[in-house]
């Protein structure tokens, strides 16, 4: 879990891939990194209308937003496992074997 102040929220996004961003999908990405826009910190800036000339339809207001770090859907937290398991092994060698009975 990771957990950013709100304060911090833009300057943590800036450097991620515009794709990151909820609602970006590749064809969206794609434009974007074609005009220059690589990351989620070159998007922040942009006016939405050059934004919408770039993506069209709703796509702008909300790409914009979420860069500014603006996104209206509430956070529901998930109930919390009552159990979890980790497995791991180990790789072993007739040469690696410590007799304990020696």
Request: zero cysteines; a positive charge; glycine letters at 8%.
């Amino acid at each position: 879990m990771l957990a950013i102040e709100p304060d911090q929220t833009v300057a943590w996004s800036a450097g991620l891939p515009v794709e990151a961003l909820h609602g970006i999908g590749p064809r969206q990405a794609q434009v974007l990194r074609e005009y220059g826009v690589h990351s989620v910190g070159l998007l922040a800036p942009l006016p939405p209308d050059t934004v919408q000339r770039l993506l069209g339809g709703r796509a702008d207001r909300m790409a914009v937003d979420r860069a500014r770090g603006i996104d209206p859907r509430p956070v529901v937290p998930r109930t919390l496992l009552a159990s979890a398991t980790v497995r791991s092994t180990f790789p072993t060698s007739s040469s690696s074997r410590t007799n304990w009975a020696t």
